[in-house]
């Protein structure tokens, strides 16, 4: 079973940066797809970015295109979410996940979850 933890969100201001990172532990994410979701008070949670299982590949929702790059790093078994230019609307808990599709994901293509961490743009 892997398990994931998120750092990096906090408060910023609009137009500014964060980088979130998603460690793994007990196994290797090495052979999955990983995944960046967002939660915001009061809505669903939904797909913001996947990368797969090598780094070959990101797809991302057309909200965070251009701002938001998804990576990984397989030998320290980390993913991170550069994330610039940060609006108000992108204000939402974040939730790294493993699984198995990288591209046009649902929740249930993700079997693993990490707590996720807070980001809030302020105006």
Request: proline share 2%; with cysteine; net charge positive.
């Amino acid at each position: 079973q892997v398990q994931l933890a998120e750092s990096g969100g906090g408060l910023v201001q609009a137009g500014g940066s964060l980088r979130l990172s998603c460690a793994a532990s007990r196994r290797s994410i090495s052979s999955y797809a990983m995944g960046w979701f967002r939660q915001a008070a009061g809505k669903e949670r939904g797909f913001v970015a996947g990368i797969s299982w090598n780094g070959d590949s990101t797809y991302y929702v057309d909200s965070v295109k251009g701002r938001f790059t998804i990576s990984r790093d397989n030998a320290k078994n980390t993913v991170y979410l550069q994330m610039n230019s940060l609006k108000p609307e992108d204000t939402a808990v974040y939730y790294c996940a493993a699984g198995s599709k990288w591209y046009q994901p649902t929740l249930h293509d993700y079997a693993y979850w990490g707590q996720g961490t807070q980001v809030t743009v302020s105006s």
